[in-house]
């Protein structure tokens, strides 16, 4: 049996009719189309009140030397020392440009932890600059960016307010610009003199924690490369207010520019610092030189001393030039030696003040550069951080190596002054007989040479330096100042009505599939044609009467249906012999499904062809035929367990019918089962099959009592009634068995209450002939209405 069954399921599944499956939720295109109106309705309800979001994009182009970026403006002072700066890397202003601190300075500016708000009845929409109050806090607690909270101006008159708090409660009336305390600041309103004419609109206030709308616009800025070769970058957020988007990626561009532009300063405002520092120290040293060469000429009434030796020192010129560049190079290189022994890993080392000679300015240079990335790096890290430890580590070295090259300088330049001390001493030889008073005033002259020089030297130094402050380039050239798309990006009109009207086809249509997934009733004829072995008679459309009996005059489905059974019969039974009635039985697998309703209807139907028909009711546990026509409360029972009793006594007449006469099933006994055992059974079938042309037999369900089986013998066919969306499918076994046990002769199934107007069933009553109008129904009256038949 079950390999059968697989067999029958395999051929289904290769018949597989695509139209069909099709039909079956074509029928439901009301539900269908009601569907799609719901969610279409829903969508244009959620795109009318949803608040809009727009793309804001600017472009910036970052200095960057590996990839090409942008050119210099200080190309023209490149000799300039001071200048070279720090090089940018693209990948690292990125995540400069995404860092926390960058993000919450631009919050900040901009006060974006305070948001003003218009109420709508659905939705409220944010104001910005469209406010006509703003609000100013000062004297904050500690805590006070550490909770949201709500309140509600209500202007009163030009002058007056009311405070509420997120729960409704009025904090009190105060005049705009007054100072309102509040737990943890004081508060003041003030009126936007730009928007006045909205000033008697209430205005919703939304103080949000620093922390949490720092986060929020981190989690909303996109930084991304153009491309890998390229240094742009593209910043973009999304922002329900466009003004407010393009405030912030603009400001945070600004942010950006400052900081690094800070950064490259701080190298050139140190070096200034040192030099005015010593300026300040020259300026008193050459001051009290200059008073005493004056002192000493007043003192020996002397005016050009050096004119009278002119003759003996034109040979020594070069070599007192070289003595005071040895002098001034080693009061440098003494200088610079001394800050380095009191500075410390933080401080800079002024790099454009050390002679030329060997790798000393670059060693300094490379000394400051890290001393730059250790600050920007502690920013956003602990001195013990291992990067910062590396870094004070290279720095120690790299300043030790400093001071080993300037003392490897200053050691050259002592054997220098010791040569050319050595040179003079042979000149001073020859100029010997000079008085003393010009070697006195030439030792206080080349002091003042010295001073001179280095002061001198100074001041160009810190015009240098001066340029180079005010000409530092920022790190970003603005290419696309931020702008608003006009478009919104979110929510997308099209892909939500879209979206909208696939799901208005998709939730019906899975509601009915899992619906026809878990239904396991039988629905029509296809799905008892091929499962099962039993020959299939026909089917009855669901009646528009549960107690309906066929006229001459019917031409309903269900009166259709029920000639083309009998024509059906008349193949199925042409084997009994003329003269004897033709006996047809009906059962079913469980009561109330319509074998009683079919019964009397085919009944009728043969009655009105002109043949003499008897109905009777055999099924005597639970007799139906009084529901569909007046019967007395006696019948086969009475006769069965009636001696000597007349059986015509019992027959009766059904009104408006020549030829069609009934045997009610009589009371309900006590003992049914023996009493279709009796003899007198065959008695009776033996009488009536000589007095009518067909007999009908309504019988108990086979599946609940045996009382069908026990009378089986006497019928020349059965039909065996299935109700539509009633039996189950798995009971199909149930006739199968029966037929292939042979225990009911000339078996058929017949199809009952089959609905065609979902497509089951082939449907009958085209409008041919003549006939009562049929009223339709409304469609929505018959989605909820269930016919019931018995």
């Avoid at 380039?473 to 603005?478: D, G, L, V």
């Avoid at 037929?739 to 085209?766: A, F, H, Q, S």
């Amino acid at each position: 049996m079950q390999e059968n069954n697989w067999n029958l399921q395999t051929d289904s599944e290769d018949n597989f009719n695509i139209k069909q499956q099709l039909e079956r939720y074509i029928i439901h295109y009301k539900w269908f189309l009601l569907s799609v109106i719901v969610f279409v309705i829903g969508a244009f309800l959620y795109l009318r009140y949803s608040t809009p979001q727009y793309n804001i994009v600017a472009s910036v182009l970052i200095k960057d030397d590996k990839k090409g970026g942008l050119a210099s403006e200080l190309g023209s002072f490149a000799d300039l020392a001071g200048l070279g700066g720090v090089k940018s890397n693209v990948d690292n202003e990125l995540e400069i440009l995404k860092s926390r601190t960058l993000v919450e300075k631009t919050v900040t500016d901009l006060s974006l932890n305070i948001s003003y708000y218009l109420e709508g009845r659905i939705k409220s929409g944010e104001l910005y600059k469209d406010s006509s109050i703003k609000v100013q806090f000062y004297d904050k607690a500690v805590d006070f960016d550490k909770k949201d909270t709500i309140f509600m101006v209500h202007p009163i008159s030009h002058l007056k307010f009311n405070l509420e708090n997120s729960e409704g409660v009025v904090l009190g009336q105060y005049k705009y610009g007054s100072s309102i305390q509040l737990p943890y600041a004081k508060m003041m309103v003030l009126q936007n003199q730009e928007k006045i004419s909205q000033r008697m609109t209430p205005v919703l206030i939304r103080l949000t924690r620093m922390e949490r709308i720092t986060n929020r616009y981190l989690a909303k800025l996109q930084v991304n490369p153009v491309n890998k070769t390229s240094s742009v970058l593209t910043l973009s957020i999304v922002e329900p207010v466009k003004e407010l988007g393009e405030d912030f990626l603009n400001r945070l561009i600004e942010n950006y520019n400052n900081d690094a532009l800070n950064d490259k300063n701080l190298v050139a405002k140190n070096t200034e610092a040192f030099i005015n520092e010593r300026l300040v120290l020259l300026t008193d040293e050459l001051e009290t030189v200059e008073g005493d060469i004056e002192s000493f000429k007043k003192e020996n009434r002397v005016t050009d001393i050096v004119s009278e030796a002119q003759a003996f020192l034109s040979s020594a010129t070069d070599y007192q030039k070289d003595y005071l560049k040895i002098q001034t190079k080693k009061r440098i290189v003494d200088d610079v030696i001394t800050m380095i022994d009191k500075s410390t890993n933080t401080d800079l080392i002024p790099a454009n003040l050390i002679p030329d000679e060997g790798n000393t300015s670059g060693l300094i240079e490379q000394y400051n550069l890290m001393v730059l990335n250790k600050k920007r790096l502690l920013t956003n890290a602990t001195p013990a951080n291992p990067t910062i430890q590396n870094l004070d580590q290279q720095l120690t070295g790299l300043r030790q190596s400093i001071k080993k090259s300037l003392t490897n300088l200053e050691n050259a330049l002592v054997i220098n002054e010791r040569d050319l001390k050595r040179q003079g001493a042979i000149l001073g030889g020859k100029i010997g007989e000079i008085p003393t008073q010009e070697r006195e005033a030439r030792v206080i002259g080349r002091k003042q040479e010295v001073k001179e020089a280095l002061y001198l030297y100074l001041l160009q130094k810190r015009e240098e330096n001066a340029i180079a402050l005010k000409v530092t380039a920022p790190n970003s050239k603005i290419i696309d100042q931020a702008y608003a798309n006009p478009a919104p990006v979110a929510p997308k009109s099209k892909i939500i009505y879209l979206g909208a009207l696939i799901l208005g086809l998709l939730v019906p249509f899975g509601i009915i599939y899992i619906y026809d997934l878990l239904d396991t009733k039988i629905k029509s004829r296809a799905d008892v044609e091929g499962k099962i072995s039993v020959p299939f008679i026909g089917d009855v459309p669901r009646s528009e009467s549960n107690d309906e009996l066929i006229s001459a005059n019917s031409r309903s489905s269900s009166a259709e249906a029920m000639r083309i059974i009998r024509t059906n019969l008349d193949f199925i039974v042409n084997q009994v012999p003329d003269g004897v009635a033709k006996t047809i039985f009906m059962t079913s697998t469980f009561p109330k499904e319509g074998k009683t309703f079919v019964s009397v209807n085919l009944a009728g139907t043969f009655a009105l062809s002109g043949k003499k028909v008897l109905l009777i009711g055999f099924d005597i546990r639970n007799p139906k035929l009084d529901e569909y026509m007046n019967l007395p409360n006696r019948g086969v029972t009475n006769y069965l367990s009636t001696k000597d009793a007349d059986l015509h006594n019992f027959i009766c007449r059904q009104e408006g019918y020549e030829h069609f006469d009934v045997l009610p099933a009589g009371i309900i006994p006590p003992n049914p089962a023996e009493l279709l055992m009796s003899t007198k059974i065959e008695t009776m079938f033996a009488i009536l099959k000589k007095e009518y042309d067909y007999i009908i037999v309504d019988t108990a369900p086979v599946s609940l009592v045996t009382d069908t089986l026990l009378i089986a013998k006497h019928a020349d066919a059965f039909i065996y009634v299935m109700r539509a969306n009633y039996l189950d499918k798995r009971m199909l076994q149930v006739p199968e068995k029966l037929y292939r046990e042979k225990k009911l002769p000339n078996m058929t199934i017949l199809l009952n209450d089959t609905d065609v107007t979902k497509g089951y069933g082939y449907g009958y009553g085209y409008g041919y002939g003549y006939g009562v109008d049929v009223v339709e129904e409304p469609w929505y009256k018959k989605l909820f209405t269930y016919k019931k038949k018995s």
